[in-house]
């Protein structure tokens, strides 16, 4: 019998999007673009500046895997 894990199994399957969750995604999403022209903005153009919109960016990808992933059930 194969070795199955859930994490592994979840972390690497589709997730179609359920009633509701497109709304959320987008929320987070419109919210986040916000801060990043903020912080666009006001920080000079430096690595730091990129690296904090990269960062929201990874904040906003991770947010929307736990809405998919936490509600497959």
């Known amino acids: ?3 199955t894990n859930e ?3 979840g972390a690497f399957t ?3 999007p359920r009633e509701g969750q497109p709304e959320r995604y ?3 999403r419109s919210k986040a673009k916000e801060l990043a ?3 666009d903005d006001l920080c000079p ?3 730091e500046r990129a690296l904090a ?3 929201l960016e990874e904040a906003v990808m991770w947010a929307n ?3 998919a992933r936490g509600e497959v059930r």
């Open 1 to 3: 019998m194969p070795k």
């Open 65 to 67: 895997a736990a809405i």
């Open 14 to 16: 589709y997730h179609a």
């Open 26 to 28: 987008e929320a987070i």
């Open 7 to 9: 994490r592994i199994e």
């Open 37 to 39: 022209y903020l912080i």
């Open 45 to 47: 153009d430096a690595r």
């Open 53 to 55: 919109i990269t960062k």
